[in-house]
């Protein structure tokens, strides 16, 4: 068996102002009633955001900082008569690794804050990264342009 790897550094590029301050509150997707947040980048990678757009599609990648690392099977969408599945089978928060992919649209920028939605995720989230939703021939998604 191989070595295990050496620890893995990630640091936040920003986070997520949202009027989801409760997890239990946060819809299961983004699509299931979630609001818009805003996504507040950190002024160094302000540079970052050159060549997004308002419309443009988007997913941000979260660390899920509520969730419980140790939690390996699930029922899902919280339902106990479902039967018990891993959490790689699932959109569960709760797994070894807990980061969040969301996928939104960019409904204002201002600066360093983009607001973005609809989005699950609760107040003080970390944002990881954004990456532009591709079309198949490689160009962004973007509405109207």
Known sequence: ??????????????????????????????????????????????????????????????WLHLAERGVLQVHPGRDASKPLRGVFATRSPDRPNPIGLHPVTIREISGTRLLVGPIEAVDGTPVLDIKPVLRRNGAPHAAGR
């Open 1 to 62: 068996m191989p070595s295990p790897p050496p620890a893995w550094r990630l640091e936040p590029i920003g986070h997520l102002s949202s009027l989801l301050r409760d997890r239990k509150d946060a819809p299961r997707q983004g699509d299931r009633g979630a609001p818009d947040a805003w996504l507040e980048l950190m002024p160094r990678f302000a540079e970052a955001l050159h060549g997004l757009a308002v419309g443009d599609e988007i997913y941000v990648f979260t």
